[in-house]
């Protein structure tokens, strides 16, 4: 009995280590199929990248997270973490429910919904191929893949914010002794009037500083607590 339940710690043991060392090129064919299931959606989001004022930064944001998902996936002495990875089950369940999700949403073109489930897709391959702590290690570099998805109602938040620069931008003038009428986002000084526009709400800056304290937080050492209200000050 001693011996068969040593022999069955040991198959578990292998069948974790091989799901841990998944070939490279199983990794190129799983992220390629994921890549041509996804098209559409991806095609959607490179085209929001090139019109969108607030997302310029788009195209920077996979780059940067395939660079820390290497530099995390070359560090050594972690043979013991993967060993514990468990069963590739869940992790695979995770890929056919982003899969479906993906479909639905592809069919009603939402297409915010269905680069979401892209990220939930790529993260349960890495929890199937590479186990649950690589997961864990890796959460970052699937997080920070958020940051160029998107908001659907920003575009709806400009006028707000330009009203608030707006009125910032008179309670100002006026305390240094310029006459200012404010009417929305139009200020008129003298025979003068300015508008404030969309690029003037702040959004454009919002975004890209939002994803580089993002990486900075994460790269940089110290009290999780601090980095995160680096985050939330941005």
């Keep these: 009995m001693l011996y068969c339940a040593h022999m069955a710690h040991e198959r578990g043991g292998m069948v974790r ?5 998944t070939p490279r090129w199983v990794w190129a064919c799983g992220l390629g199929l994921t890549a041509l299931a996804f098209y559409p959606s991806l095609r959607w989001l490179v085209g929001t990248w090139k019109g969108s004022p607030y997302y310029g930064h788009g195209f920077l944001v996979p780059i940067v997270s395939a660079a820390l998902a290497w530099r995390i996936g070359q560090r050594k002495g972690q043979a013991v973490g993967d060993a514990q990875g468990g069963a590739p089950w869940p992790g695979l369940l995770l890929v056919g429910l982003g899969v479906v999700v993906h479909l639905i949403c592809l069919r009603q073109q939402t297409y915010t919904a269905s680069v979401t489930a892209l990220v939930a897709v790529l993260a ?13 290690r890796q959460a970052f570099p699937l997080a920070f893949l958020l940051l160029a998805i998107p908001v659907p109602a920003l575009e709806s938040a400009a006028a707000p914010l330009a009203r608030i620069v707006a009125r910032l931008a008179a309670m100002l003038s006026r305390a240094a002794g310029i006459s200012v009428m404010r009417d929305g986002a139009r200020l008129t000084l003298g025979e003068t009037t300015l508008v404030i526009g969309a690029p003037c709400s702040g959004l454009n800056s919002l975004m890209g500083l939002t994803t580089l304290a993002a990486l900075y937080a994460h790269l940089v050492a110290g009290p999780w607590r601090s980095r995160l209200a680096l985050v939330v000050l941005s």
């Design 124 to 136: 349960g391959l890495v929890w199937s191929w590479a186990g649950r702590a690589e997961l864990r």
């Design 17 to 21: 280590a091989a799901s841990a060392s």
